[in-house]
């Protein structure tokens, strides 16, 4: 889903909530398919996770790569949209054909944790690692627990003002 510049919803989300200090890095997969089942008022469901990961595979951001890492804060795998090149080494992940550099890539702390260095394993552990709290409808990592928990009203409004300020 395109909504504003001709960029990406998922690519607006991680953009935007890195720029207001939110977090460390980035999103986890479960905030990403939840705010777009929020915004679109949908029930999501596992390959809902499945097709947003296709999609940030095959219509990269230009001149940004996703950076899929394990974060400590959270326990949990975090999304990134970040300028291309990746720094992260080895480079593990995914790239259009024929171009130059990869559009999603795998941390090295996300190859050692799922032992693969091989991408479409990696993507499938991540899918795997947010069924429930996907299938469970909460979508928002609590720091302090390491547990999925409901959107709080903030987030709404976050969600709200990144994607529906067209």
Same mark, same amino acid.
């Given at each position: 889903?395109? &909504?504003?510049?001709?960029?990406?919803?998922?690519?607006?989300?991680?953009?935007?909530?890195?720029?207001? #200090? %939110?977090?460390?890095?980035?999103?986890?997969?479960?905030?990403?398919?939840?705010?777009?089942?929020? $915004?679109? #008022? &949908?029930?999501?469901?596992? @390959?809902?996770?499945?097709? !947003?990961?296709? /999609?940030?595979? *095959?219509?990269?951001?230009? #001149?940004?790569?996703? +950076?899929?890492?394990?974060?400590?804060? !959270?326990?949990?795998?975090?999304? $990134?949209?970040?300028? $291309?090149?990746?720094?992260?080494?080895?480079?593990?992940?995914?790239?259009?054909?024929?171009? +130059? /550099?990869?559009?999603?890539?795998?941390? !090295?702390?996300?190859?050692?944790?799922? #032992?693969? @260095?091989?991408?479409?394993?990696?993507?499938?552990? !991540?899918?795997?690692?947010? /069924? =429930?709290? =996907?299938?469970?409808? &909460?979508?928002?990592?609590?720091? %302090?627990?390491? &547990?999925?928990?409901?959107? +709080?009203?903030? +987030?709404?409004?976050?969600?709200? @003002? *990144?994607?529906? @300020?067209?």
């Amino acid at each position: 889903m395109t &909504t504003r510049d001709g960029k990406p919803d998922w690519f607006l989300l991680m953009y935007a909530w890195r720029q207001e #200090n %939110h977090g460390e890095r980035g999103l986890t997969l479960p905030f990403l398919i939840g705010a777009r089942a929020y $915004s679109r #008022n &949908t029930q999501p469901n596992i @390959s809902d996770a499945r097709a !947003l990961l296709n /999609e940030m595979i *095959t219509t990269p951001v230009d #001149n940004f790569v996703v +950076e899929i890492a394990w974060c400590p804060s !959270l326990a949990a795998p975090i999304l $990134s949209a970040s300028p $291309s090149p990746s720094l992260f080494q080895p480079k593990v992940g995914f790239r259009l054909p024929g171009a +130059e /550099e990869m559009c999603v890539v795998f941390g !090295l702390d996300l190859q050692s944790r799922w #032992n693969s @260095s091989d991408a479409n394993d990696l993507l499938d552990s !991540l899918i795997d690692e947010c /069924e =429930i709290a =996907i299938l469970d409808r &909460t979508y928002s990592r609590d720091s %302090h627990s390491k &547990t999925y928990k409901a959107f +709080e009203p903030w +987030e709404h409004q976050f969600i709200d @003002s *990144t994607l529906r @300020s067209q």
